[in-house]
């Protein structure tokens, strides 16, 4: 069974999309058994031109991203999750929903590469992806299925300060 793990940012258009892809790109490079979504509190209703063009760049197919709500993840019928990452310093501070099973949850926070000027735009995007892939591999390369709860939160803090 595959371990979930939910990504989520205020509008859901830029970084945790970035994240998702990302996530879901190592995971299927390396053959874990992960699975990302992406989500937030007030979505924009659509993804920054510039985090699928970063993505696309870097293999990751991006058909069928969308910005969504959080809400998705919180029914019945909602996969369960055993990590959630906040991604956005907007996200962090929110009141996050009850969610289903008691996952992990831990705060990686990016600068939003949308704030950078115009002319610098598409490079801010491209570092913001690096940046998270690499925070991503680390997280596909844990045992995570293996893990306890405590110990998987103090690997995914770990991985937040590197």
């Keep these: 069974m595959a371990t979930n793990v939910l990504i989520l940012c205020t509008h859901n258009s830029a970084r945790s999309v970035l994240s998702e892809g990302m996530l879901n790109h190592w995971a299927s490079r390396l053959g874990k058994d992960l699975r990302g979504f992406s989500a937030g509190s007030a979505p924009s209703g659509r993804i920054n031109p ?15 991203f969308r910005s969504k709500s959080w809400d998705e993840f919180i029914g019945p019928e909602a996969p369960q999750m055993r990590i959630v990452i906040t991604v956005c ?10 969610w289903p099973g008691s996952p992990v949850k831990v705060h990686w926070g990016y600068a939003d590469p949308s704030a950078a000027p115009e002319a610098d735009r598409a490079a801010a995007f491209e570092l913001t992806r690096e940046a998270i892939a690499y925070r991503m591999l680390q997280l596909t390369l844990l045992p995570v299925a293996t893990m306890t709860d405590a110990a998987l939160q103090d690997a995914l803090i770990r991985i937040g300060r590197s």
């Design 89 to 98: 310093d907007s996200a962090a501070a929110e009141q996050c929903p009850y």
């Design 50 to 64: 510039h985090a699928l063009h970063a993505l696309a760049a870097a293999g990751v197919d991006v058909a069928g």
